[in-house]
Structure formats: C-alpha cells, structure tokens
C-alpha cells in the first residue's frame, strides 16, 4: 500500500516549458488536491478534484491545469512555465465525510 | 477570503520542555480542524485532529485544545525530545464540503538537547 504517490520528485525547466506532474493514490479516495508551498507561507490549495472526471479551482490555480481522468490519478499541468511557479508542489487525497489528507512527498520545480 | 493564523513563526524550546503553538481561524462554518508535522524535505503527516463538538484531544505528549467561541485553536507539546524539532501546520476546514483546508504558515519548532 503505497498511499499518495508523486512523480517526478524533482524537475528543472525553462521558463516557456511545459510539463505534467502526476499524482496516484491507492486509497481508492475520492477527493484528490495539488498545493504549492512557498517559505513562510504554508500550503496553498491549486485545484481539487471530488472525483473522477472533475476538477475545480482552490486558491490559486491561476497557470495551472489539472486533468483527472481516473480515479486514482490526478494530474497538474503547467502549460507556460514562469520563475513565480518555482515551489514544491504536494498532492494529497482524502475519503468523504471528515477525513483527514493524506500527502505525497512532493515535487521540487525550479523554473529557470 | 478565509484565513488562518498561526503563532509564533519559529519556537526553541529545551528538551523536556513544552511547547504551544496557536491558531486562529477566521470560517466559522469550520468544524475540522487538523494538525500537521513537517520533517525537513520529508511530507507533511497527520499528527493530531479535532473536530467541531470536542473541546480537547489528547494523544499521549500532544493535545490539542479548540475553542469555537474565539475560533482559535492550540497544540500543546509536553516533555518535548529533539526528534520533535519539525515544522508544523495547522489547518481549517473551509465550508462547501469536500474536506477542503486552509492551511496556516507554519510554526519552526526546535528542540534543543
């Protein structure tokens, strides 16, 4: 039981560049979150997803996207990378009701 | 929009010692509110949570204390060790479901030998 899992863990890009950041839980949750954390400023919700085939917008989803197209799989995407998208990025995921988050380990992003 | 703060910013403490870290939330529709430890490039983890109609928790040297009428909310530390040196977050659910958080930023909290 692997939980939460992110790939890749850590990635350099070129402002301009694109990628996809995959998140996969094994929980079978329904709730799925991309956040970003920035010193001193704790986690910032991107987007959410409250299942298969939707997705929302949290905090601060202004240059993100997000797919999920299967249950367990939550994808971000960046399609036009900027130096202000430079962070680590979480993925967590929840069962309904008031269950707690659970975390990946994280994504370091440098954009350059 | 909804907020969460969260005090002090850093915390040094001696071993032995005990360590309290504040929140204050501003949603008074939360009624979850989850307490996270973050080791150095490690995932925030789930340590302590308290739900709205509980005033206290307690899970052997952590506790947790809420009180809804000031809508703040306490971690209390006892007998503190150096493997508690961490950062930790607190969090408040947000209204509109779907187990939604606001995080606070973060308190640094370091235990000296």
Redesign the interface.
Known sequence: NAGVTQTPKFRVLKTGQSMTLLCAQDMNHE?M?WYRQDP??????IH?S?GEGTTAK??VPDGYNVSRLKKQNFLLGLESAAPSQTSVY?CAS?G???????????TRLSIL | GENVEQHPSTLSVQEGDSAVIKCTYSDSASNYFPWYKQELGKRPQLIIDIRSNVGEKKDQRIAVTLNKTAKHFSLHITETQPEDSAVYFCAASLSGGYNKLIFGAGTRLAVHP
């Open positions: 709730y979150y001193g400023m704790g986690l910032r919700l959410y409250v949290g905090e979480f929840s309904q009701g008031n269950q707690p988050q659970h975390f990946g380990d994280g």
